[in-house]
């Protein structure tokens, strides 16, 4: 039956097809790709930056890389398992633009307190920055993760809090579609986001 633990179980297949949008092939391929990279099953958080940093060679992308990992990170063990990394790829690359802006807005709110304070946007932020390097040119209104910042909270934060609730998040994100690309330059929502 080939190599040990090289196919998922059907219960486990059923399930992640159930709860992902992906096929049970496809399930089967991701799987047999993370057992390539991952051997153990588990991915650290210094892997998944170093596969991360793949992606972004000309900026360091280590800040960025461990928000991401975070918010793969469902049950906060320090590990991706594959149930966790593809349900969060599933949301990422397939998901509706809700559930990939409920998914950014939990990488946003790092101490999970259901708001996204003007310092956690601009921790994201300047991950963000760092990341892309020089490569991308930014208008002048946003050429600073500062003034990025502070042109994000003037969109969104309707109830001028100086926090973002979910909801504020959400549409202001759905209602101007320039706030999705501040929120992720790009090249980070165009590599990440295969179908939309």
Same mark, same amino acid.
């Given at each position: 039956m080939g190599k040990p633990n090289s196919k998922l179980k059907p219960e486990v297949l059923q399930d992640l097809s159930s709860n992902t949008e992906f096929t049970e092939a496809e399930l089967q391929?991701?799987?047999?790709g993370f057992l390539k990279d991952c051997p153990t099953g588990k991915l650290s958080v210094e892997e998944f930056k170093k596969i991360y940093g793949n992606f972004f060679p000309y900026g360091d992308a280590s800040k960025f890389a461990e928000h991401v990992f975070r918010t793969f990170d469902a049950n906060?063990?320090?590990?991706?398992?594959?149930?966790?990394f593809i349900c969060a790829l599933s949301v990422t690359s397939r998901g509706k633009l809700e559930d990939k802006l409920r998914w950014a807005f939990s990488m946003y709110?790092? =101490?999970? /307190?259901?708001?996204?304070?003007?310092?956690e946007m601009l921790e994201i932020v300047c &991950?963000?920055?760092?990341?892309?390097g020089t490569v991308m040119k930014m208008p002048e209104d946003e050429s600073t993760p500062e003034k990025r910042v502070d042109k994000i909270f003037k969109q969104? =934060?309707? /109830?001028?809090?100086?926090k973002?609730?979910?909801?504020?998040?959400?549409?202001? &994100?759905?209602?101007?579609?320039?706030?999705?690309r501040l929120l992720q330059c790009d090249s980070v929502g165009g590599s990440a986001d295969g179908s939309n």
């Open positions: 391929e991701w799987y047999r906060g063990d320090n590990s991706i398992d594959f149930r966790e709110d790092l =101490d999970g /307190n259901g708001y996204i304070s003007r310092n &991950a963000i920055y760092k990341m892309v969104m =934060d309707r /109830n001028l809090d100086g973002l609730s979910l909801a504020e998040f959400v549409e202001g &994100a759905k209602s101007d579609p320039s706030i999705v």
